[in-house]
């Protein structure tokens, strides 16, 4: 929620792309053709702003995959994935609580590669796809038991 606060009241909203780098925003970096800056962006849809206007049933969803999250992590209880689910259940709460407050979520970091704009995102949506990575590459399936 710091975030959150922090980048509404000091980040200016992001301009067409005509205004140029970095959008009306604050730069950060650029090198070598990436750039990188805060502009703070309205997003009342999913990922890479998909299904944008269906923000309650989004809400919704996300609801739903928190507490069978939560769940898992419950029932499950193995040590070894706890921390990547831990991330994902956190960054699914703090754009769920940036609809709550403010009926969309927040997004601020803006990335630009060779000229090509990345979709704005925030520190939830790097929690989720960092837990995710986590899961993919350092969590593997144990074998199951033939039963003889």
């Known amino acids: 929620m710091l975030s959150k606060y922090l980048a509404l009241s000091h980040i200016p909203p992001m301009m067409p792309k005509f205004f140029g780098y970095p959008y009306g925003g604050i730069p950060?970096?650029?090198?070598?053709?990436?750039t990188f800056s805060l502009n703070v962006i309205a997003n009342s849809g999913s990922a890479f702003g998909f299904f944008q206007g269906y923000a309650g049933l989004l809400f919704c969803l996300r609801v739903f995959m928190i507490a069978g999250l939560v769940r898992h992590a419950i029932?499950?209880?193995?040590?070894?994935t706890d921390w990547a689910?831990?991330?994902?259940?956190?960054?699914?709460?703090?754009?769920?609580?940036?609809?709550?407050?403010y009926g969309h979520v927040i997004d601020f970091f803006h990335a630009c590669f060779w000229g090509a704009s990345f979709p704005i995102f925030n520190l939830g949506d790097c929690y989720i796809t960092?837990?995710?990575?986590?899961?993919?590459?350092?969590?593997?399936?144990?074998?199951?038991?033939?039963s003889t």
């Open 28 to 34: 950060i970096f650029s090198f070598s053709g990436i």
């Open 75 to 80: 029932m499950q209880r193995k040590e070894k």
């Open 85 to 101: 689910l831990g991330l994902i259940i956190a960054g699914a709460i703090g754009n769920g609580i940036d609809y709550i407050f």
């Open 130 to 146: 960092l837990g995710v990575l986590a899961l993919l590459l350092f969590f593997r399936p144990l074998p199951k038991k033939e």
